[in-house]
């Protein structure tokens, strides 16, 4: 299993997910989303490249495993969907721990999360973004995705999401 930095001189590395990351996980989601994935919803993605948590070396994290010197800060989902014959990605889900926004950790996850996409063949990535995040909406952009289109009151509260897409191959 390699790691990356999420970003030069940071003590946060990106890995694959593993068992031990879950609860770390599902706290961060449930401090980030009103409507949060439950347990289950990690636990099917466990082993899949594209699962990837950012770890930092440090206790003040708040999340640090007894039997690790790592605390998950982040993560990102994103697997391979087919798509008329050519493989098409998907960011699924993407958090960062609220003390860690706003330094890098999100860009790294996702940077990390497309090349794995792109490794396995996927011309194109898409995710969904709520209509009010553009802290969100902003982070995409930078990376070079572009809206595709709107689903109305996709999200359980009625509010609407953003499809956005980006093609790897540019």
């Known amino acids: ?17 593993v068992q ?21 919803a990690f636990e099917r993605y466990l082993g899949d490249p594209g699962f990837l948590v950012a770890a930092a070396r440090e206790e003040s994290a708040g999340y640090l495993d007894d039997d690790s010197d790592e605390s998950v800060v982040g993560y990102v989902v994103a697997n391979l969907v087919p798509n008329h014959g050519r493989a098409f990605g998907h960011i699924k889900d993407i958090a960062v721990h609220p003390d860690y926004r706003g330094e890098g950790v999100g860009a790294g996850l996702l940077k990390r999360a497309l090349t794995v996409l792109g490794a396995r063949g996927a011309q194109s990535v898409k995710l969904e973004v709520r209509a009010s995040n553009d802290r969100a909406v902003g982070l995409y952009q930078d990376f070079g995705f572009q809206y595709l289109r709107t689903i109305p009151r996709y999200y359980d509260d009625g509010e609407d999401a953003l499809i956005m897409v980006v093609d790897l191959d540019e």
């Open 20 to 40: 031990a990351d879950l609860l770390a996980v599902l706290r961060i989601e449930r401090a980030s989303f009103d409507q949060p994935w439950p347990f289950s």
């Open 1 to 17: 299993m390699t790691t990356t930095p999420a970003e030069d001189g940071d003590d946060v590395r990106i890995r694959q997910a």
